[in-house]
């Protein structure tokens, strides 16, 4: 995946003022670019921002044809860590990235414009990547935040408004409609350039017995501090033991989701501010081949809460469902809603996903970090203060609130009564 004439530059510290030069020569395709200015690296804004990738920013002022132009970008390079070292050996995490950006979306797009929008070529200024014992590489995108009409990500502290998350949905239903199409070969001719071998090549995760057991005692640590949450709420007991049991058969299932041996993608997304225009996927990175009810699962519990769940839920999958299954409706005749909401019915349990893997450090007002040998012990215990320690942190507080919310949807809904059984 080497951009041709750049191929030397492997890394951050190869980013001087020339070969910046060359990366905007064959990106603007004009040999008149001089750079005037490097403005000084800095850190990607926000807490608990960067999980695969180590993220910065860097602004440059050019000249392009004797016009000045100001380039704001975010340079993204492979987490150094063990754990990050192993995760993308194994799942080949940021040459997922690498091949979204340079292929994947920009050839579907190319055959279906209503995808042009999710993740459009000049987003990339450069990328390149190496997998070999461990993941090398780097990407240079543009700093869509920084543009006249600027992209913002979503203050995770609040639930995303219905506008936008109706934009996301419809903007996903489009994506996995293509993306069944051209896994299940279905309307793209045969030297149509993105082809299936090659995907999945790609998406040949081998996930080793651990790490799915590191999943599960994941799940099962939060779950008992779930239960000593609802100890101290003042919940019924045989209620609580009923969830309690159903751990083991529940993060047996939803790690297997997870993981991909069943079906699903997930990426984050940055929206227009104020009225939603517009949305664009920026993380392909833990993306995966699999159903799309675990996306809008992991969606909709990871950026909602109950109430906005029980008022809109049955619309936004409604919307989903009408353009996803006008892709798939010229070959699966009979497909039909109720169907799809069994299916997702199935798949809900990934929505603790929200509330077990995800919330805790999104929310968290304190930085995580992910490394060393004792990660995992970190880990636990930094979820064990979110969930139950004295505080007042408006973030912290958000996050008991929302998972309430799950633990008592989930309860009303049977969902642990069916997989304690």
Same mark, same amino acid.
């Given at each position: 995946?080497?951009?041709?004439?750049?191929?030397?530059?492997?890394?951050?510290?190869?980013?001087?003022?020339?070969?910046?030069?060359?990366?905007?020569?064959?990106?603007?395709?004009? %040999?008149?670019?001089?750079? =005037?200015? /490097?403005? &000084? *690296?800095? !850190?990607?804004?926000?807490?608990?921002?960067?999980?695969?990738? +180590?993220?910065? %920013?860097?602004?440059?002022? =050019?000249? /392009?044809? &004797? *016009?000045? !132009?100001?380039?704001?970008?975010?340079?993204?390079?492979?987490? +150094?860590?063990?754990?990050?070292?192993?995760?993308?050996?194994?799942?080949?995490?940021?040459?997922?990235?690498?091949?979204?950006?340079?292929?994947?979306?920009?050839?579907?797009?190319?055959?279906?414009?209503?995808?042009?929008?999710?993740?459009?070529?000049?987003?990339?200024?450069?990328?390149?990547?190496?997998?070999?014992?461990?993941?090398?590489?780097?990407?240079?995108?543009?700093?869509?935040?920084?543009?006249?009409?600027?992209?913002?990500?979503?203050?995770?502290?609040?639930?995303?408004?219905?506008?936008?998350?109706?934009?996301?949905?419809?903007?996903?239903?489009?994506?996995?409609?293509?993306?069944?199409?051209?896994?299940?070969?279905?309307?793209?001719?045969?030297?149509?350039?993105?082809?299936?071998?090659?995907?999945?090549?790609?998406?040949?995760?081998?996930?080793?017995?651990?790490?799915?057991?590191?999943?599960?005692?994941?799940?099962?640590?939060?779950?008992?501090?779930?239960?000593?949450?609802?100890?101290?709420?003042?919940?019924?007991?045989?209620?609580?033991?009923?969830?309690?049991?159903?751990?083991?058969?529940?993060?047996?299932?939803?790690?297997?989701?997870?993981?991909?041996?069943?079906?699903?993608?997930?990426?984050?997304?940055?929206?227009?501010?104020?009225?939603?225009?517009?949305?664009?996927?920026?993380?392909?990175?833990?993306?995966?081949?699999?159903?799309?009810?675990?996306?809008?699962?992991?969606?909709?519990?990871?950026?909602?809460?109950?109430?906005?769940?029980?008022?809109?839920?049955?619309?936004?999958?409604?919307?989903?469902?009408?353009?996803?299954?006008?892709?798939?409706?010229?070959?699966?005749?009979?497909?039909?809603?109720?169907?799809?909401?069994?299916?997702?019915?199935?798949?809900?349990?990934?929505?603790?996903?929200?509330?077990?893997?995800?919330?805790?450090?999104?929310?968290?007002?304190?930085?995580?970090?992910?490394?060393?040998?004792?990660?995992?012990?970190?880990?636990?215990?930094?979820?064990?203060?979110?969930?139950?320690?004295?505080?007042?942190?408006?973030?912290?507080?958000?996050?008991?609130?929302?998972?309430?919310?799950?633990?008592?949807?989930?309860?009303?809904?049977?969902?642990?009564?069916?997989?304690?059984?």
């Amino acid at each position: 995946m080497i951009m041709r004439g750049l191929d030397d530059i492997l890394c951050l510290e190869d980013l001087n003022e020339a070969n910046w030069e060359r990366i905007f020569q064959s990106y603007f395709k004009t %040999k008149n670019v001089k750079v =005037l200015d /490097i403005g &000084g *690296q800095t !850190k990607l804004d926000g807490i608990n921002e960067q999980y695969n990738s +180590d993220i910065k %920013k860097i602004s440059l002022k =050019l000249s /392009i044809n &004797g *016009q000045d !132009k100001e380039v704001h970008t975010f340079i993204k390079v492979p987490m +150094d860590s063990i754990l990050h070292d192993i995760s993308g050996k194994l799942s080949l995490t940021f040459a997922k990235e690498i091949f979204w950006y340079q292929e994947g979306s920009v050839i579907l797009g190319s055959k279906y414009p209503e995808l042009e929008g999710c993740c459009r070529k000049h987003c990339c200024f450069f990328a390149w990547c190496l997998c070999t014992k461990k993941e090398q590489g780097i990407m240079i995108m543009e700093d869509l935040t920084k543009r006249p009409q600027p992209y913002q990500m979503h203050n995770k502290i609040n639930i995303l408004p219905l506008e936008h998350t109706k934009l996301v949905v419809d903007k996903v239903a489009h994506f996995h409609g293509a993306w069944w199409l051209l896994l299940n070969d279905k309307e793209f001719p045969s030297d149509f350039p993105l082809n299936q071998a090659k995907i999945k090549d790609i998406y040949a995760m081998k996930t080793p017995l651990g790490f799915e057991a590191m999943i599960r005692k994941m799940f099962q640590s939060s779950f008992k501090n779930f239960g000593d949450m609802r100890i101290a709420r003042g919940d019924d007991q045989v209620n609580i033991d009923v969830m309690l049991k159903s751990v083991k058969n529940m993060a047996k299932a939803v790690s297997s989701e997870f993981l991909g041996k069943n079906e699903h993608s997930v990426f984050r997304t940055l929206l227009h501010d104020g009225s939603p225009k517009d949305v664009k996927f920026i993380d392909y990175q833990v993306s995966n081949i699999g159903h799309p009810a675990v996306d809008l699962c992991y969606l909709l519990y990871s950026c909602t809460d109950r109430q906005f769940r029980d008022q809109h839920l049955a619309q936004l999958l409604r919307s989903y469902f009408t353009i996803f299954s006008s892709y798939l409706s010229p070959h699966i005749p009979d497909i039909s809603f109720e169907q799809f909401y069994q299916d997702f019915q199935d798949r809900r349990a990934i929505g603790l996903v929200g509330g077990v893997l995800v919330m805790p450090n999104s929310l968290s007002p304190d930085q995580l970090t992910i490394s060393g040998l004792n990660w995992q012990r970190k880990l636990e215990g930094h979820r064990r203060k979110l969930f139950l320690s004295e505080t007042s942190h408006p973030s912290v507080k958000e996050l008991r609130r929302r998972v309430f919310d799950m633990i008592d949807e989930f309860e009303e809904l049977g969902i642990f009564k069916k997989y304690a059984e």
